[in-house]
């Protein structure tokens, strides 16, 4: 069975949302293929369960988090109201060689990761794009911060990015919302850092939240953020930005989007010369039913290990080592961030001071290592990001009769958290392959995940464990806890949930995937836009920049269809 479309998008979380929302909006029929299912924006979402309602859903069992979800229920916005939004462990396997201890967490419904991502929204800067090239690690990606800026206010604007501008040139501000206010001990960071190291300086996080909606945001159902913080749950006010929310009912109301779920993609068609893809295979995960679509464009958004997956099972006589892979460049350079250093810290201060509301962001250190002067065991940097709250009433403290309701009658303590999130070098050697002799349940071979953590990522960590320790107390707070006084346990791979790199952007065809418009060197309808594309991770979140490099690639692609030359 054929079917066939303008366009066709795989996956239809970050990247692919914007994709299919773009290339609809250009006029494209666009066919977007998710391989999970259907969760429906508001209608499946268990962000409104009461108290109660939430108590009463059933705990994870034993069994459940040793065998069904041993990997998955380890991330931090995994709970057993929203086990459905993560896939089962037991039923999607994969493997890890050498001393990797890769950690994949993702989710496969309509959506994907977008309905469960921290929402932070950084953009990268001229520094990041020029990396590469001036210290020799990877290659030279084939943009600038010029390229991209646009896109950046493009994508911003659409989805909604709360912040403060700061005039900071490694950190661009974006098209912002107005910002969820610092509260006091944040305010106090702020000042004493500021005051301490003129280097350094402590702004809100830039989330990626309605803190106010504008007519565009109201078109499309969302309001502003409730302050809630039921995000992980998804948001029935649409307030965060999600496909979900945003980018899927924007593709939608065009009259332009097919969307067909259950729909596992496991290879790619090309045509004899080589240069062309004919047909995207699916199965069906529930009845196993096979298909074929084709169509003048192919965009891959089924994240960084899932793309890679894709191409390397794509084999034939001209590609034997997979498709679009004539430079050995798939499935290699790896990329998440790194973490594990930090500190917490309270204060005697503001015992007459509480806040309220749960908003959605903290507090964020841009990067001030490695800028003017290198330090002498690592390159690039870390940003620093935490917030502060007052511990609240507990009914914990000890004592007896009237000592006991003094001392609970008071909310505890002001404390503070920081943590680094560095940069992670690209690496030919940190790489995912395919295992052909094992297959899953639906015939595609197993990942192999070779992805560990280098000297200049350890020693990264180790030199931000002593300087967030040495500012938090420079800054006049008191450490309660700290990575440098005890054992630095570092991030494994993956474990931030930024998995990137396996499909480089480059120069250069025998050393990259992809050219400057994410396009495939060898494969002119072949575009990738989702985390595989990234030749290097910088340090901060990565979401917003998927956004805007699958916009701008998106009406590229537009441009080549509209005139026929792809």
């Not at 989710?107 to 929402?119: D, E, I, K, Q």
């Not at 596992?264 to 069906?284: C, K, M, P």
């Not at 006991?404 to 690209?426: C, D, H, I, Q």
Request: include cysteine; proline fraction near 4%.
């Amino acid at each position: 069975m054929m079917s066939t479309y303008d366009a066709i998008v795989v996956g239809s979380g970050m990247s692919g949302g914007w994709v299919a929302k773009e290339l609809c909006e250009r006029g494209l029929k666009v066919l977007v293929l998710e391989r999970g299912n259907n969760v429906r924006h508001r209608v499946d979402y268990t962000d409104n369960l009461t108290p109660w309602q939430e108590a009463n859903v059933p705990p994870l069992t034993l069994h459940e988090k040793k065998v069904v979800y041993p990997i998955q229920s380890q991330v931090y916005a995994f709970t057993h109201v929203n086990k459905k939004l993560w896939v089962k462990d037991n039923e999607n396997p994969y493997e890890t060689a050498g001393d990797s201890e890769f950690k994949w967490y993702r989710g496969y419904h309509v959506g994907g990761r977008s309905l469960m991502w921290n929402r932070q929204s950084y953009r990268l800067s001229q520094m990041d794009f020029e990396a590469n090239k001036k210290d020799g690690h990877g290659v030279d990606w084939p943009i600038r911060y010029e390229d991209l800026a646009p896109w950046y206010d493009h994508v911003e604007t659409f989805a909604g990015i709360s912040g403060t501008e700061e005039n900071i040139p490694h950190l661009p501000d974006s098209k912002f919302l107005p910002p969820f206010e610092l509260n006091c001990m944040e305010h106090e960071a702020k000042r004493n850092i500021e005051k301490h190291y003129p280097d350094r300086t402590l702004i809100a996080g830039r989330t990626a939240h309605l803190r106010k909606a504008t007519k565009e945001h109201q078109a499309l159902g969302r309001v502003q953020c409730q302050v809630r913080s039921r995000c992980e749950n998804g948001c029935t006010f649409g307030a965060y930005f999600s496909s979900q929310s945003a980018t899927l009912p924007a593709a939608e109301r065009t009259g332009n989007l097919t969307l067909v779920t259950d729909a596992i993609v496991q290879s790619l068609q090309h045509n004899e010369a080589g240069d062309r893809i004919t047909g995207v295979n699916v199965i069906d995960q529930n009845t196993h039913k096979k298909t074929t679509y084709s169509a003048r464009l192919v965009f891959l958004n089924a994240s960084a290990v899932a793309t890679a997956m894709i191409l390397l099972n794509s084999r034939s006589k001209k590609y034997p080592n997979g498709l679009a892979n004539r430079s050995d460049m798939v499935g290699r350079n790896v990329m998440d961030h790194v973490g594990g250093a930090g500190a917490s810290a309270s204060t005697t201060k503001f015992t007459n001071r509480y806040f309220h509301g749960r908003r959605p962001n903290g507090i964020y250190i841009p990067r001030y290592v490695n800028m003017n002067e290198q330090e002498p065991n690592f390159v690039r940097g870390f940003g620093i990001q935490g917030g502060a709250w007052r511990h609240g009433w507990q009914a914990d403290r000890q004592g007896i009769g009237q000592n006991y309701k003094n001392a609970n009658r008071l909310p505890g303590s002001w404390t503070m958290t920081m943590w680094a999130f560095g940069e992670v070098l690209p690496n030919k050697n940190n790489r995912i392959t395919l295992n052909f002799d094992k297959r899953d349940q639906w015939g595609m071979p197993l990942p192999v995940m070779n992805v560990s953590f280098g000297e200049n990522e350890k020693n990264m960590m180790a030199w931000a464990s002593k300087d967030i320790k040495a500012m938090m107390e420079k800054i006049g707070f008191e450490v309660e806890r700290s990575t440098e006084d005890g054992e630095l346990n570092m991030t494994k791979p993956g474990e931030l949930i930024h998995e990137m790199g396996t499909a480089r952007m480059g120069r250069d065809p025998k050393t990259s995937v992809l050219n400057e418009w994410s396009q495939s060197h060898d494969i002119a309808n072949l575009f990738i836009t989702d985390g595989a594309c990234m030749t290097s991770s910088a340090c901060q979140n990565p979401s917003l920049t998927y956004m805007a490099l699958s916009a701008r690639a998106a009406n590229y692609a537009a441009d080549l269809f509209e005139n026929n030359k792809v």
